[in-house]
């Protein structure tokens, strides 16, 4: 897939005021910090689409990009931060769970884990939460280019593992880097392969 254009379309808190639902729509979420807007910039090729920032929980609303005018990339707020008030979690988790049971045009989660570090329960949690909803998604892992090839196989595979103890099928995965600028071309021609299947 070749991007030719990716534009901001708007920012809210509310799934009613999301964009019409007529067009394939990919989330990206993952714990604050994850690189989330890095990763979104360089598949976009923007420099500052998404807007990076150096403190964790800098993305707080849902934010809605239109590509090439035929699907929708959507950057939703991190979690697992943990200066946040406790009302503040609340509130973000009521925003995200009524994001994913409403938003019927949703078609697959985009989950960024950190590939430096061991399986984390707050990214258990949440690739659980979403097999209980029933709403497909895949992993992606951030930042490969910190470390060695051989560190990053044994992150990924003690996910697998860890994942294997209750998934009878493991989701797609993909590793990347923002910096390197790896995994692009895999994400993009999943997507463009997504959207060809979904097109009525």
């Avoid at 964009?19 to 729509?25: C, H, L, M, S």
């Avoid at 003690?158 to 600028?181: C, H, N």
Wanted: glycine share 4%; with cysteine.
């Amino acid at each position: 897939m070749v991007i030719k254009e990716a534009k901001f379309l708007m920012s809210n808190t509310l799934v009613e005021k999301c964009p019409a639902p007529d067009k394939p729509e990919y989330a990206f979420i993952g714990r604050s910090n994850v690189g989330k807007s890095s990763l979104i910039n360089m598949l976009t090729e923007q420099k500052n689409l998404a807007k990076t920032s150096s403190s964790p929980g800098k993305t707080q609303l849902i934010n809605h990009f239109l590509i090439n005018d035929a699907w929708y990339l959507v950057d939703l707020p991190g979690y697992g931060y943990a200066k946040v008030s406790k009302k503040s979690r609340e509130d973000w988790r009521k925003m995200i769970r009524a994001y994913f049971l409403k938003r019927e045009n949703l078609t697959c989660v985009f989950i960024l884990i950190d590939s430096r570090h061991e399986p984390l329960q707050p990214d258990l949690d949440f690739i659980q939460m979403l097999g209980e909803m029933g709403i497909p998604f895949v992993l992606v892992f951030t930042k490969t280019d910190k470390q060695s090839a051989a560190k990053t196989d044994s992150t990924i595979a003690m996910y697998r593992r860890k994942l294997k103890e209750s998934w009878d099928e493991l989701p797609q995965i993909f590793q990347t880097s923002a910096v390197g600028r790896t995994g692009r071309d895999e994400i993009l021609n999943f997507i463009d392969s997504v959207n060809a299947q979904v097109k009525p």
